[in-house]
């Protein structure tokens, strides 16, 4: 029973200070990549850690896997804030078309706009890659107001 209680006690003691290890480096690289962070909320599941906050007036969620390292992040912004390249591409393409939602994905790989635009009669669903190829993912009618 001894020995039973002092592996339990060490595999515990392990396992806490993985964890520690892998909390410290996440908040350190979290911190290093967003530095004006503000109102951040961490969550974790099975899968791994995710971190929602706002920085310059944009809310952002980022994942990491369990190991801490980066997975992708979302961007959640209006108009304004797309490059200017993409946004010249969407209103070349569409034009005529109010751009209202648009949400920026992230990876290691690449970037990719999902932009969501309307005029009178339609709702648009697009994806924009960073070397601006559109492609369009949605269209709807839009119902009388």
Not at 18 to 45: C, G, I, M, Q, Y
Not at 75 to 93: F, G, Q, W
Not at 108 to 130: C, F, M, Q, R
Request: proline share 2%.
């Amino acid at each position: 029973m001894k020995k039973f209680c002092a592996t339990l006690i060490t595999l515990l003691v392990f396992k806490t200070l993985v964890f520690a290890d892998v909390n410290e480096r996440l908040l350190h690289s979290f911190n290093k990549a967003f530095p004006l962070a503000v109102n951040t909320k961490w969550s974790e599941d099975a899968n791994g850690y995710f971190v929602s906050f706002t920085q310059s007036g944009i809310l952002s969620k980022v994942a990491y896997d369990l190991n801490g390292d980066f997975v992708y992040a979302l961007r959640y912004y209006h108009e304004e804030n797309l490059p200017v390249s993409i946004l010249m591409a969407v209103k070349e393409k569409f034009k005529n078309k109010k751009i209202f939602a648009i949400t920026e994905l992230s990876t290691s790989d690449e970037v990719k706009y999902y932009i969501k635009l309307k005029d009178t009669k339609n709702w648009y669903g697009i994806v924009v890659t960073a070397a601006g190829n559109i492609t369009l993912r949605e269209h709807y009618k839009r119902g009388e107001p």
